[in-house]
T-cell receptor
Framework: QKEVEQNSGPLSVPEGAIASLNCTYS??????FFWYRQYSGKSPELIMS????GDKEDGRFTAQLNKASQYVSLLIRDSQPSDSATYLC????????????FGTGTRLQVTL | GAVVSQHPSRVICKSGTSVKIECRSL??????MFWYRQFPKQSLMLMAT?????????EQGVEKDKFLINHASLTLSTLTVTSAHPEDSSFYIC??????????FGNGTRLTVT
């Protein structure tokens, strides 16, 4: 069974610090990787997508992918209280984002 | 960007009744939409893939006769929870693809069965 694993947290970081969120996946054939942010009671919103090994930066967010280690991470620089949410890692076993398998999410708390 | 609208946002129904949830792609055509379910403190679980003009594809363990999916047009998919029971209480979320872009999610429907 294809699995996506995340530490449930909570991960607590002070305001202004770097938050590091990690995700591992079971299937080496995975091709597309996504990070979603979900506030309590709301639906997920896309933060980052990454398809090839290495780093991808978008503003304060950096996604890192290592297919050999089956590992994808999300770094949030200059963390803000508004970043407090659950971050979901999602993986697709196709070349598109058609069918996603989600991890259980990591709850991030940014403290003042 | 692509927008997916879901309605209603909340619904409370009595056990044994049916509830219909609508999912619309507002500014793009979606030949494929996806229905997820999320129980409290758990992740999203894919229930089924809705294909315009053909039968939905259900994930293992999801009862197709209980969760009826209709995708009659390129902008609308509906999920009907038939004979709802309290254990069906959950957060139901639809999503759609705009071409090959990443999935966009609707705002979700909080279903409470009493």
């Amino acid at each position: 069974q294809k699995e996506v694993e995340q530490n449930s947290g909570p991960l607590s970081v002070p305001e202004g610090a770097i938050a590091s969120l990690n995700c591992t996946y079971s299937d080496r054939g995975s091709q597309s990787f996504f990070w979603y942010r979900q506030y309590s009671g709301k639906s997920p919103e896309l933060i980052m997508s990454i398809y090839s090994n290495g780093d991808k930066e978008d503003g304060r967010f950096t996604a890192q992918l290592n297919k050999a280690s089956q590992y994808v991470s999300l770094l949030i620089r200059d963390s803000q209280p508004s970043d407090s949410a659950t971050y979901l890692c999602a993986v697709s076993w196709s070349g598109t984002a058609s069918k996603l398998t989600f991890g259980t999410g990591t709850r991030l708390q940014v403290t003042l | 960007g692509a927008v997916v609208s879901q309605h209603p946002s909340r619904v409370i129904c009595k056990s044994g009744t049916s509830v219909k949830i609508e999912c619309r792609s507002l500014d793009f055509q979606a030949t494929t939409m996806f229905w997820y379910r999320q129980f409290p403190k758990q992740s999203l679980m894919l229930m089924a893939t809705s294909n315009e003009g053909s039968k939905a594809t259900y994930e293992q363990g999801v009862e197709k006769d209980k969760f009826l999916i209709n995708h009659a047009s390129l902008t609308l998919s509906t999920l009907t929870v038939t004979s709802a029971h309290p254990e069906d209480s959950s957060f139901y979320i639809c999503s759609a693809m705009d071409g090959n872009s990443p999935l966009h999610f609707g705002n979700g429907t909080r279903l409470t069965v009493t």
